[in-house]
């Protein structure tokens, strides 16, 4: 059964470095999204993709944050310069197109800004 | 902006009972997500809900969304240890976004052997 994917699993960085994290869709779907978790913490909506441009990006994306599509499998994730509040559990997640929105998540990258 | 309650927050039951975890939003939903959260292997996609009063099951677990659009609540018949995890609800609202879900806090399932 087709998953998404997402890599590393687990990332430890000082602040203020740059960090990328990659995921690998469903190979026939449309939508990409990126959430994150802090620990203890609710679900957060970051952003969507769709036809290599943003959808919608909410109040945390900020000019720190930035997506990519560098070609027709990966998605990634780039924080420019992290922040310890940064640390926290960031999920990948594709959606066939927006008639079939069921967004399947990747395993997840924990992200530990030090 | 909608906010999505879930209910309990935490649950421990007994190996072989039933239980309902609740969802309830502050406006009426487009599409209402049950997610399973197990450590290393993310959001595990259960369910999706969109009329009122639909009912979806799998394998032991079953979904309700109420006819206002407003609740749902998730069901597990004869509980096992494979049901443990954190059960997750997220919802689309229309006029906020077409493409986000925002998320309950989620409920934390123990199964007692």
């Known amino acids: 059964e087709p998953e998404v994917t997402q890599t590393p699993s687990h990332q430890v960085t000082q602040m203020g470095q740059e960090v990328i994290l990659r995921c690998v869709p469903i190979s026939n779907h449309l939508y990409f999204y990126w959430y994150r978790q802090i620990l203890g913490q609710k679900v957060e909506f970051l952003v969507s993709?769709?036809?290599?441009?943003?959808?919608?990006k909410s109040e945390i994306f900020d000019d720190q944050f930035s997506v990519e599509r560098p070609d027709g499998s990966n998605f990634t994730l780039k924080i420019r310069s992290t922040k310890l509040e940064d640390s926290a559990m960031y999920f990948c997640a594709s959606s066939r197109d927006i008639y079939h929105n069921e967004q399947f998540f990747g395993p997840g990258t924990r992200l530990t800004v030090l | 902006s909608q906010e999505l309650e879930q209910s309990p927050q935490s649950l421990i039951v007994q190996e072989g009972k039933n239980l309902t975890i609740n969802c309830t939003s502050s406006k009426t939903l487009y599409g209402l997500y049950w997610y399973k959260q197990k450590y290393g292997e993310g959001l595990i996609f259960l369910m999706m809900l969109q009329k009122g009063g639909e009912e979806k099951s799998h394998e032991k677990i079953t979904a309700k969304l109420d006819e206002k659009k407003q609740q749902s609540s998730l069901h597990i018949t004869a509980s096992q240890p494979s049901h443990a995890g954190i059960y997750l609800c997220?919802?689309?609202?229309?006029?906020?976004?077409?493409?986000?879900?925002?998320w309950g806090a989620g409920t934390k399932l123990i199964i007692k052997p």
């Open positions: 997220g919802a689309l609202s229309p006029g906020d976004s077409n493409y986000q879900l925002i």
């Open positions: 993709f769709y036809n290599n441009e943003i959808s919608e």
